[in-house]
């Protein structure tokens, strides 16, 4: 037989006890105070210190302390949240069919070069012709976001089957850029500083609409930086085919036949 109400209900967290009595704020300052001094405390120990029935409030402190994990203000939680946005690109190794893309759900561009996306909630990718995939991660963005959105698009989808073949996709991921937020007590006066965008691909944007009591930093890897590099893997492959050694001959067969 079905559970009635009240006998679930004796099951769940009193959540609104805490407002009726007006606990709440009180246990959610409690609990935030002792992760400020002890980042490590679990839910069950923050009960124990609080004086708390583990077995009934357990999940409202653990869902307090997922909350100051992601609370950003005094820099609290992962220094990830900070990145807004990471950008960067690789290659494919082995010609996929385009055919196929579309049909596991890649978009078709009107752009001349035919360019594919790929979109989900972890950002969206660029697939051109000459076999190089632009990475767009979103926040809180990470590398290892990056190498999950390239196995969603590719693996995922059936586009790549082998696993060397991806392994060898995701040891060509390369920095482009990225957004990160700093965030400061009180609001900055309004300033952009782009004296290094060219040289270093680096841009700092203080009091902007965007984020008025924050420290923006945009950094981008120069387009001069990636060239450089690219034909300097181009002179190495070509070098190493240049000064292959040979592969030792073996002994000489007999070709003359005896009758």
């Not at 946005?85 to 070069?113: F, H, I, M, T």
């Not at 292959?244 to 007999?254: C, S, T």
Request: aromatic content about 12%; glycine content about 6%; some cysteine.
């Amino acid at each position: 037989m079905k559970a009635s109400w009240k006998e679930r209900s004796s099951l769940i967290p009193d959540a609104f006890s805490y407002r009726k009595n007006g606990n709440s704020e009180s246990i959610r300052s409690s609990v935030f105070e002792r992760l400020d001094e002890n980042p490590l405390l679990t839910a069950k120990s923050l009960c124990k210190l609080l004086d708390l029935p583990y077995s009934r409030y357990r999940n409202y402190v653990a869902k307090l302390r997922c909350e100051w994990k992601c609370y950003r203000r005094n820099e609290r939680g992962s220094k990830c949240s900070l990145v807004h946005g990471w950008r960067g690109w690789c290659y494919v190794p082995v010609v996929l069919d385009r055919v196929k893309a579309v049909e596991a759900g890649w978009l078709q561009s009107r752009a001349r070069n035919r360019w594919l996306l790929w979109k989900d909630r972890l950002g969206r990718l660029q697939l051109f012709e000459t076999g190089r995939v632009n990475l767009y991660v979103r926040k809180p963005a990470n590398l290892g976001r990056a190498y999950q959105l390239v196995c969603n698009g590719f693996s995922f989808t059936g586009l790549i089957t082998d696993f060397k073949v991806l392994e060898r996709m995701l040891a060509s991921v390369r920095f482009k850029g990225a957004h990160y937020v700093f965030p400061t007590e009180e609001r900055l006066p309004r300033l952009t500083i782009d004296l290094f965008a060219k040289s270093n691909g680096v841009i700092i944007k203080v009091g902007d609409t965007s984020h008025p009591s924050a420290v923006e930093v945009i950094a981008t890897y120069p387009d001069w930086a990636e060239r450089n590099e690219r034909v300097l893997e181009q002179l190495n492959d070509t070098l190493g085919q240049l000064f292959k050694p040979a592969a030792p001959k073996g002994p000489e067969k007999d070709v003359s036949y005896r009758v």
